[in-house]
């Protein structure tokens, strides 16, 4: 084998072995969004989810398209941890994984939807926020499979997110809601939803979420 072809084939091996290395594992993937989603990072799934329904975004009840794999931590379904923990992994096989992980939750999130129009007025249903008297253990299974793109999430299930970030976005919201009606601008809708906020701050304030 000539010396040109030599440098060629080791170039090729080198490349591939950096390919290998720079591989990102299916655990740390999926711990990277496990955390960001304990901080209330609502994008923390956007171009990672694969939905087993082939479909991707889709049009909310507002008519806007919207990512399915964005949520919202003022207004969407979760639930409340203390904290995260990968108990399994099951990466056997090249292109799919699944791993259990456990949270321990203190509470959970009922999503605030928009149910349309009745006499010309806007209504949508109030979320709720449901605290537990104890903290639980709850297991729930991501499954991942890998595309040309990497890893990525398929049917993603409710966020576990912590209960100062979901006390910061609804404080934000708060003020907001407060700002607005000192303007003067506040419509029923606006009050009542302040009204409604308040009472979840409360609710998740008494959550059981200081124990271990």
Same mark, same amino acid.
């Given at each position: 084998?000539?010396?040109?072809?030599?440098?060629?084939?080791?170039?090729?091996?080198?490349?591939?072995?950096?390919?290998?290395?720079?591989?990102?594992? *299916?655990?740390?993937?999926?711990?990277?969004?496990?955390?960001?989603? &304990? %901080?209330?990072?609502?994008?923390?799934?956007?171009?990672?989810?694969?939905?087993?329904?082939? #479909?991707?975004?889709?049009?909310?009840?507002?008519?806007?398209?919207?990512?399915?794999?964005?949520?919202?931590?003022?207004?969407?379904?979760?639930?409340?941890? /203390?904290?995260?923990?990968?108990?399994?992994?099951?990466?056997?096989?090249?292109? =799919?994984?699944?791993?259990? $992980?456990? &949270?321990?939750?203190?509470?959970? @999130?009922?999503?605030?939807?928009?149910?349309?129009?009745?006499?010309?007025?806007?209504?949508? /249903?109030?979320?709720?926020?449901?605290?537990?008297?104890?903290?639980?253990?709850? =297991? $729930? @299974?991501?499954?991942?499979?890998?595309?040309?793109?990497?890893?990525?999430?398929?049917? *993603? *299930?409710?966020?576990?997110?912590?209960?100062?970030?979901?006390?910061?976005?609804? %404080?934000?919201?708060?003020?907001? &809601?407060?700002?607005?009606?000192?303007?003067?601008?506040?419509?029923?809708?606006?009050?009542?939803?302040?009204?409604?906020?308040?009472? %979840?701050?409360?609710?998740?304030? #008494?959550?059981?979420? %200081?124990?271990?």
């Amino acid at each position: 084998m000539s010396g040109y072809f030599k440098v060629i084939l080791a170039a090729l091996l080198l490349l591939s072995s950096s390919v290998c290395l720079a591989e990102e594992s *299916p655990e740390r993937f999926l711990s990277q969004i496990l955390e960001e989603d &304990f %901080q209330g990072d609502g994008g923390s799934r956007a171009g990672k989810a694969y939905y087993s329904d082939g #479909k991707g975004d889709e049009v909310g009840d507002c008519g806007c398209v919207m990512s399915r794999a964005v949520y919202d931590v003022k207004g969407d379904p979760l639930l409340v941890v /203390t904290k995260w923990e990968i108990v399994r992994v099951d990466a056997k096989r090249k292109k =799919t994984a699944v791993i259990d $992980v456990r &949270f321990r939750v203190c509470g959970r @999130t009922e999503g605030e939807r928009w149910a349309g129009y009745k006499n010309g007025v806007h209504i949508d /249903t109030l979320r709720s926020i449901v605290p537990f008297e104890a903290i639980a253990d709850e =297991t $729930v @299974t991501y499954r991942l499979v890998k595309k040309m793109s990497g890893w990525l999430l398929v049917d *993603p *299930p409710l966020p576990g997110v912590a209960q100062e970030a979901v006390a910061k976005e609804m %404080q934000r919201q708060l003020v907001r &809601f407060e700002e607005v009606i000192a303007e003067d601008k506040g419509r029923d809708d606006v009050r009542r939803k302040l009204e409604n906020l308040k009472g %979840q701050l409360a609710a998740l304030r #008494k959550a059981n979420c %200081q124990g271990e």
